[in-house]
């Protein structure tokens, strides 16, 4: 099992930055993707970035050269750099860990709130 606790959500301005950290805890030396998806009320959640073990990163194409996603495989944390979020970037964002095996942990989500 793996516990994620996310951090750094809220309010922020179009054009502005904000960070979100994620803390993985428990079997943490199993997991092998660390990333981020998010969800809109009746929508279906997804990917926003994500990063394997090895350092590839994948991300949505809507937040290519905006968003960067990093990782300190230290203290088991997983990072999102938002700079020059949109207000169509609003939205609940999940912090995930998938396995080696293929199990996937998902944290409680926090709220961002990008306002013109």
């Known amino acids: 099992q793996v516990q994620l606790v996310e951090s750094g959500g809220g309010l922020v301005q179009a054009g502005g930055s904000l960070r979100l950290s994620c803390t993985a805890s428990?079997?943490?030396?199993?997991?092998?993707?660390l990333g981020w998806y998010r969800q809109l009320p009746g929508k279906q959640r997804d990917l926003v970035a994500h990063m394997d073990s090895r350092g590839n990163t994948n991300y949505a194409d809507s937040v290519k050269g905006r968003f960067t996603i990093s990782r300190d495989n230290r203290r088991n944390t997983v990072y999102l750099q938002m700079n020059s979020p949109k207000p169509e970037d609003t939205a609940v964002y999940y912090c995930?860990?998938?396995?080696?095996?293929?199990?996937?942990?998902w944290g409680q989500g926090t709220q961002v709130t990008v306002s013109s």
């Open positions: 428990g079997s943490t030396f199993s997991i092998d993707y």
């Open positions: 995930y860990s998938r396995s080696y095996g293929g199990d996937r942990f």
